[in-house]
């Protein structure tokens, strides 16, 4: 049985335990990118379950989720309804945009692995993502990876040489 995990992986403040998205505009885009990385460091799937959640008032209102005394915007939204706008098409969200750079990445590490080179892949990963980013132990923790983008592009960019290099034998 292949594990999975869907919902949050940094906590919102205030809002504990609770189930929600990664996808909050509140929460830096690290934390879209993030899930391609948390699946290769945990060897499992995802599951997005929110896509555009509420939609008929999230382009007009950016607070689009309420709960006693949480207040969530943008949550669950990875791409508006175009109708919204006069388009028949959806509108991507910046956010959705991070989750494809991430799962991009971890493409990147999982040719490695076929190169095998999955020591290296594992430490691209580790060097970025500090600790598992789920469970009480991270609540309110925004300190499970590398805040800066340009780790992450650094990482992405030294997984790209080293395919190169395995594939063109210049290893």
């Known amino acids: 049985m292949e594990p999975w995990f869907y919902g949050q992986m940094i906590y919102p403040p205030g809002t504990g335990s609770y189930s929600g998205s990664n996808t909050f505009i509140d ?34 209102e950016a607070i689009n989720y309420r709960n006693r005394n949480v207040v969530v915007n943008g949550s669950g939204l990875l791409f508006y309804r175009g109708d919204m706008v006069g388009s028949a098409e959806p509108i991507p969200s910046f956010r959705l945009k991070a989750h494809r750079r991430g799962f991009q990445d971890y493409e990147y590490f999982w040719l490695l692995r076929q190169a095998g080179l999955e020591r290296e892949a594992d430490e691209l990963v580790n060097a970025v993502i500090h600790t598992t980013p789920f469970g009480q132990v991270n609540w309110g923790n925004t300190d499970i990876w590398k805040n800066d983008p340009e780790e992450w592009e650094a990482a992405r960019k030294r997984a790209g040489e080293l395919i190169h290099q395995a594939r063109t034998g210049e290893m």
Not at 34 to 57: I, M, P, S, T
């Open 27 to 60: 929460l830096d885009l690290l934390t879209c990118r993030g899930v391609g990385w948390a699946a290769w460091k945990l060897r499992c799937g995802y599951c997005q379950w929110e896509f555009d959640w509420n939609a008929d008032v999230a382009w007009t």
